[in-house]
């Protein structure tokens, strides 16, 4: 006998109780407002193509610490999700702990950038919003958070340039790529990148999208609507809700060059952790990187897992090397109540210590 | 009057209780032995028709996907209780999982979603596992030129040998290199359809482990003294079990085989595609894309430069500033120099 105990009447109730909060949480969304995301004030101070870059307005009665703190996002999806909402903010999080807050907004590559590589990526859009920074504070050096693939980016930065980085934070980044729990690296190995961007020329936000939602179908396009329908009477959860269906499904195209050369040489061949990775026509080694490195990882990360992060440990030559363990997922780690209370803080702190 | 998008409350409650109706419908037909018809179903998609019109466009879409997935949870709620009997429904919770496990092993009777040999039962059974499916078909569809739908449906087994013949001949005449070209184009059509329905294979494979899982899930939970009490456990269970068989089966090297052939028969499929089109672009004397990919590298190459020709200038600017800057110093200390020997 199986362990199943639904009676009918019971059944009815509960499939009423379910009609009703969908038909009540339909009104909700029929008065939905227009969705805000990127909620801290900011002003965009260099432009560069189709990047922008922000700072962040001080909060007040924070004073400001003297070492400016660059946030790179990845590619892949929108950099506000580090600023979705009053109550869930990264941003917000590190102008409370007094950094100086910039952010590297990448834009929507169209096929007009198509041809636009790691290289101009990495020693030309993110070298130069460093060299704007440094020069408007007349510093040397400045903080970087990089953020996923951000981080990877900002580690390969860091390592080529590693006077104008006084502090590294890397953040749910992926460093090894062939690590047994990761999915992504397992769909992409057979993949013929070359014909997948001479077909395409950038490689369409969908086509990641779905790339993402793929790795919990079940979940990610199906449950997840049903426990929904448990919140949709509570207004604000349902702002909540479509702002971050929104920024799930904002993906932007990527560069086609950039995205052959990511696939290829960190999916792939695994070049950075291997250590024969070479970015335009410098070679990039992760021993050249020698400031102190906070690198937080998420354990029940589904897309970079913390293994994959780990990997960074023993890889530098950073003499200040901390690991932050996050007990939650990838995107958790920027939206969660728990997030907000542990993680912001705590890079703040880190870097007020060294700074 | 209360502040609706269509300005009238009466409306709005007539509309409540129109879903309330049906819902009481769907109440009836759920004590009833056989339901002809999934009243639950129906008032969906009448409730679907009658708000997503009007909705607003933040809202459209989650209304579609809240509407479609609660659809797919009323459907396989219908399934695990069709036959329930009036005291118990774990009686035909084996039932179901036997038609499941039969189901996914015949998956071109039932999962193929335009097959009409499928049963509705099986078809409302089978929907929860074309969701990855549907998902691919979603983005192909975006990607395509020809709609994900029509590559699909291109006849392939009843024709595959007539079609394979054909598409051996050589070409003959001055069109030859254009039959060669469409002829290959129509290989590649080929050749993704077959990997996709090694695809679709693929995941009814899963769909008969899920049902297993859920099997041994509920043995377990037995085992421990745990009953289910809710449609709502029952379907995170079933949720559960599917995810975890998908997620132990797509780590396979054959799965990521199957991912690899996939994106590159389309691939392959939209790279004909587009030479064609290219090549017929030429011909009219028009810009094509390997032309426009030349330029964007060409202008790509020379703005690297400028900018880094622009930043060395900055650089050299600077250094120039500097010595200014030191030279007059040195100026002035060798004047003030001068003035104090005098």
């Given at each position: 006998?199986?362990?199943?105990?639904i009676?009918?009447?019971?059944l009815?109730?509960?499939m009423?109780?379910?009609?009703?909060k969908?038909?009540?949480?339909?009104?909700?969304?029929?008065?939905?407002?227009?969705?805000?995301?990127?909620?801290s004030p900011k002003?965009?101070?260099?432009?560069e193509?189709?990047l922008?870059?922000?700072?962040?307005?001080?909060?007040?009665?924070?004073?400001?610490k003297q070492?400016?703190l660059l946030?790179?996002y990845?590619?892949?999806?929108?950099?506000?999700?580090?600023?979705?909402?009053?109550?869930?903010s990264?941003?917000?999080g590190?102008?409370?702990?007094g950094?100086d807050?910039?952010?590297?907004?990448?834009?929507?590559?169209?096929?007009?950038d198509?041809?636009?590589?790691?290289?101009?990526y990495?020693?030309?859009?993110?070298?130069?919003?460093v060299?704007?920074?440094?020069?408007?504070?007349?510093?040397p050096?400045?903080?970087?958070?990089g953020?996923?693939?951000?981080g990877?980016?900002?580690?390969?930065?860091?390592?080529l340039?590693?006077?104008?980085?006084?502090?590294l934070v890397?953040?749910?980044?992926?460093?090894?790529?062939?690590t047994?729990?990761?999915?992504?690296?397992?769909w992409?190995?057979?993949?013929d990148?070359?014909m997948c961007?001479d077909?395409?020329?950038?490689?369409?936000?969908?086509?990641?999208?779905?790339t993402?939602?793929s790795?919990?179908?079940?979940?990610?396009?199906?449950?997840k609507?049903i426990?929904?329908?448990?919140?949709?009477?509570d207004?604000s959860?349902?702002?909540?809700?479509?702002r971050?269906?929104?920024w799930?499904?904002?993906?932007?195209d990527?560069?086609?060059?950039?995205?052959?050369q990511f696939i290829q040489?960190f999916?792939?061949n695994n070049?950075?952790?291997?250590g024969t990775l070479t970015?335009?026509?410098?070679e990039?080694?992760l021993?050249?990187?020698?400031?102190p490195?906070?690198?937080?990882?998420a354990?029940q990360d589904h897309?970079?897992?913390?293994v994959a992060?780990?990997?960074?440990?023993n890889?530098?030559?950073?003499?200040d090397?901390t690991?932050?363990a996050?007990?939650?997922?990838?995107?958790?780690?920027?939206?969660s109540?728990?997030?907000q209370k542990?993680?912001t803080?705590?890079i703040g702190?880190?870097?007020?210590?060294?700074? | 009057?209360?502040?609706t998008?269509?300005g009238?409350?009466?409306w709005?409650?007539?509309?409540?209780?129109?879903?309330?109706?049906?819902t009481d419908?769907?109440?009836k037909?759920?004590?009833q032995?056989?339901?002809?018809?999934?009243?639950?179903?129906?008032a969906l998609?009448?409730w679907?028709?009658?708000?997503?019109?009007?909705?607003?466009?933040v809202?459209?879409?989650?209304m579609?996907k809240?509407l479609?997935?609660?659809?797919?949870?009323?459907?396989?709620?219908?399934?695990?209780?069709?036959?329930?009997n009036s005291?118990?429904?774990?009686?035909?919770?084996?039932?179901?999982l036997?038609t499941?496990?039969?189901?996914?092993?015949?998956?071109f009777?039932?999962f193929?979603a335009?097959?009409?040999?499928q049963?509705e039962?099986?078809?409302r059974?089978?929907?929860?596992w074309?969701?990855?499916?549907d998902n691919?078909?979603?983005?192909?569809?975006?990607?395509?030129l020809?709609?994900?739908?029509a590559?699909?449906?291109?006849?392939?087994?009843?024709?595959?040998?007539?079609?394979?013949q054909?598409?051996?001949?050589?070409g003959l005449?001055y069109?030859?290199e254009e039959q060669?070209?469409?002829q290959?184009l129509?290989?590649?059509?080929?050749?993704?359809?077959?990997?996709?329905r090694?695809?679709?294979?693929?995941f009814?494979?899963?769909?008969i482990k899920?049902?297993?899982?859920?099997?041994?899930?509920l043995?377990?939970?037995?085992?421990?003294?745990?009953?289910?009490?809710?449609?709502?456990?029952?379907y995170?269970?079933?949720v559960?079990?599917?995810?975890?068989?998908?997620?132990?089966?797509v780590?396979?090297?054959?799965?990521?085989?199957?991912?690899?052939?996939?994106?590159?028969?389309?691939?392959?499929f939209?790279?004909?595609?587009?030479?064609?089109?290219?090549e017929s672009l030429?011909?009219l004397?028009?810009p094509?894309?390997?032309?426009l990919?030349t330029?964007?590298?060409?202008?790509?190459?020379?703005?690297?430069?400028n900018?880094?020709?622009?930043?060395d200038l900055?650089?050299?600017?600077?250094l120039?500033a500097?010595?200014?800057?030191?030279?007059t110093?040195?100026d002035?200390?060798?004047?003030?120099t001068a003035?104090?020997?005098?």
């Amino acid at each position: 006998m199986l362990p199943i105990n639904i009676r009918p009447d019971k059944l009815s109730a509960e499939m009423l109780d379910f009609s009703q909060k969908l038909s009540k949480g339909m009104e909700n969304l029929l008065n939905a407002k227009p969705i805000d995301t990127g909620v801290s004030p900011k002003e965009a101070v260099y432009k560069e193509d189709k990047l922008v870059l922000y700072r962040y307005h001080a909060l007040p009665d924070v004073p400001k610490k003297q070492i400016p703190l660059l946030i790179v996002y990845a590619l892949v999806n929108r950099p506000y999700m580090t600023d979705l909402q009053e109550d869930r903010s990264t941003v917000k999080g590190l102008l409370a702990t007094g950094q100086d807050v910039y952010l590297i907004d990448w834009g929507y590559p169209d096929q007009a950038d198509h041809s636009i590589t790691l290289d101009d990526y990495i020693n030309g859009y993110i070298d130069r919003c460093v060299d704007y920074i440094c020069h408007t504070h007349n510093l040397p050096s400045l903080n970087i958070l990089g953020i996923c693939q951000g981080g990877t980016l900002s580690l390969c930065y860091t390592a080529l340039h590693g006077s104008k980085v006084k502090n590294l934070v890397t953040m749910v980044t992926p460093v090894d790529f062939k690590t047994p729990q990761d999915m992504l690296s397992a769909w992409v190995q057979h993949m013929d990148v070359n014909m997948c961007v001479d077909t395409m020329g950038n490689v369409p936000g969908e086509l990641l999208n779905w790339t993402f939602l793929s790795l919990k179908p079940f979940s990610l396009t199906g449950q997840k609507y049903i426990n929904m329908v448990d919140l949709l009477d509570d207004e604000s959860k349902v702002q909540n809700f479509l702002r971050m269906e929104k920024w799930i499904f904002d993906s932007p195209d990527q560069a086609g060059e950039t995205f052959r050369q990511f696939i290829q040489d960190f999916y792939q061949n695994n070049k950075l952790i291997l250590g024969t990775l070479t970015i335009g026509e410098h070679e990039i080694a992760l021993k050249n990187i020698t400031c102190p490195v906070l690198n937080i990882y998420a354990l029940q990360d589904h897309l970079v897992p913390p293994v994959a992060s780990q990997a960074l440990k023993n890889k530098t030559s950073s003499a200040d090397y901390t690991e932050l363990a996050f007990p939650g997922g990838h995107i958790g780690i920027y939206v969660s109540r728990k997030a907000q209370k542990d993680v912001t803080p705590a890079i703040g702190k880190w870097l007020n210590v060294r700074s | 009057m209360m502040d609706t998008p269509f300005g009238n409350t009466d409306w709005m409650e007539l509309q409540r209780k129109y879903w309330q109706t049906w819902t009481d419908m769907g109440l009836k037909a759920m004590n009833q032995k056989n339901p002809g018809t999934l009243a639950w179903e129906g008032a969906l998609d009448y409730w679907r028709q009658a708000l997503t019109v009007n909705a607003p466009d933040v809202s459209k879409v989650l209304m579609d996907k809240l509407l479609d997935q609660s659809k797919l949870f009323m459907r396989l709620t219908d399934e695990f209780f069709r036959n329930a009997n009036s005291n118990s429904t774990s009686g035909n919770m084996e039932d179901w999982l036997d038609t499941v496990q039969k189901t996914f092993a015949n998956p071109f009777t039932g999962f193929i979603a335009n097959s009409n040999e499928q049963t509705e039962v099986m078809r409302r059974m089978l929907a929860f596992w074309e969701l990855p499916f549907d998902n691919w078909q979603r983005i192909v569809s975006s990607l395509a030129l020809v709609p994900g739908d029509a590559l699909f449906n291109i006849p392939h087994e009843q024709v595959k040998d007539k079609l394979q013949q054909v598409l051996s001949a050589p070409g003959l005449g001055y069109t030859r290199e254009e039959q060669t070209q469409y002829q290959d184009l129509l290989r590649q059509g080929l050749q993704y359809q077959s990997t996709l329905r090694d695809y679709m294979q693929f995941f009814s494979s899963l769909g008969i482990k899920s049902a297993e899982r859920m099997r041994l899930r509920l043995s377990e939970l037995s085992t421990k003294g745990s009953t289910i009490e809710s449609a709502r456990e029952l379907y995170d269970l079933w949720v559960s079990c599917c995810e975890d068989i998908y997620a132990e089966q797509v780590m396979t090297p054959e799965y990521a085989m199957l991912y690899g052939r996939l994106i590159n028969s389309l691939m392959a499929f939209k790279h004909r595609m587009t030479t064609i089109v290219d090549e017929s672009l030429g011909t009219l004397n028009m810009p094509t894309r390997a032309e426009l990919r030349t330029l964007q590298d060409r202008l790509q190459e020379t703005r690297r430069e400028n900018k880094a020709l622009r930043h060395d200038l900055e650089t050299l600017r600077e250094l120039v500033a500097t010595l200014n800057i030191k030279h007059t110093n040195i100026d002035t200390d060798n004047a003030a120099t001068a003035v104090i020997s005098n």
